[in-house]
């Protein structure tokens, strides 16, 4: 049995391209929940939550639940807007 990598999972203190650079799969959601992670992603998700108007609870949850961390809905239409 070949031993896991488990990754560490999405924290609101960690950066938005920290979080895409380790979970590329998470941009559909970023687009979604209108955080601009090109430009102004080198700050961490709870303040890109706050600067772009995204629920960072909601948030968080759609991100975990799209990296198979479970606890939210990634197939949710719209943002948190």
Do not use: K, Y
Not at 59 to 66: M, P, Q, T, W, Y
């Amino acid at each position: 049995m070949r031993p896991t990598t488990t990754l560490p999972p999405i924290d609101p203190a960690e950066t938005v391209h920290a979080i895409l650079e380790r979970h590329p799969e998470t941009g559909a959601v970023f687009e979604r929940h209108g955080i601009h992670a090109c430009c102004g992603g080198d700050v961490p998700l709870a303040v890109a939550a706050e600067r772009d108007g995204a629920d960072l609870a909601r948030l968080v949850a759609d991100l975990r639940e799209a990296v198979g961390e479970g606890g939210g809905d990634a197939n949710r239409q719209g943002g948190s807007r």
